[in-house]
DNA sequence: TGATAATTGGATAACTATATCCAATTCAAT
DNA sequence: ATTGAATTGGATATAGTTATCCAATTATCA
């Protein structure tokens, strides 16, 4: 039910937020979360433009994270390239259901507002620090990384 | 963020679940849900094979639910024609991340796993039988229903 | 059995999402 | 100023979703 585009941006996030403050390039996104980079660089281009993340050009440059990880929520990132719609009016364009939605409607609006606040209510510094068996996007906790090859052994699909 | 094709197959159970156990043809549906008859034949089709709804053809047939409204729920109507899919492993095919997810995935499914249940628990009779200024799909209390033209008026959009 | 009403499914079109490639642009470092 | 590293954006390709049309099939009624 999400698209591959809030899956590609919320892992490129969330590697940047494990990385923060220093910048990373697109190649070293693109390797660490095993998106196709010629995508991503479009992916981050909609993150850019929706103020998630600073882009700066030139040698030695990359992308940051525009707010630290403690003050970004999954919501905001999700928002900036996929946006959450609500359901505001009746979507038959019912005169009668004016503002108010049907039954019906109010239940699918519902689901969307769960989403929306369990979205808004997770950071990424949160998610960074949750005890867990799995760190995200990496077989193994990531080391400080500069030069920067390839990731680790992986298999399954 | 859920699909034309989701929204549609809704209207029409909703539709039919209000006039059950009569049945109804696609043209009456199309008319009454406000849905491309073409495109609803196709997902009528889609609900038939997903046993939501039973098709009988021939002259006086058409489409009834399969289930009585108050045993059916909007779950099973989604899961119908298009499935909310569950992260079951790790999207990025880590070995080390195995069965369980890590904290990214682990609150992406949490958020579906929240839908699905809101949707587990709402019965097409609920939806009907709530008190509410609107009632589903039409801008006043349906009447049995007959012959059957074009539904009342409707600005907006 | 014949006529009519209804679904079924194949072919096709338009649009959006996903993905790729590359030339142009920008900027830091020297 | 020149060079090299990096993003940017345009053009394009592919796949999936949404949508339409129509001939074929099925089943009921007279």
Redesign the pocket.
Known sequence: MF???VE?ALRAVCFLAGQAPVAR???QIAAATRV????L??V??GL?RGGVVH?????????TLVKTPDQLTILEVVNAV?PICRIQECPLGLAAHGVRLCPLHKRMDNALAQVEASFRNSTLAEILAEPSESIPLCDFPMPPMPPMQAVATCEGG
Chains 1, 2 share one sequence.
């Open positions: 698209s591959q585009t590609y390039t697109t190649d196709p980079k010629a995508y660089s479009k981050l281009q850019s882009s700066q050009r030139g040698l030695g440059g990359g992308i996929d």
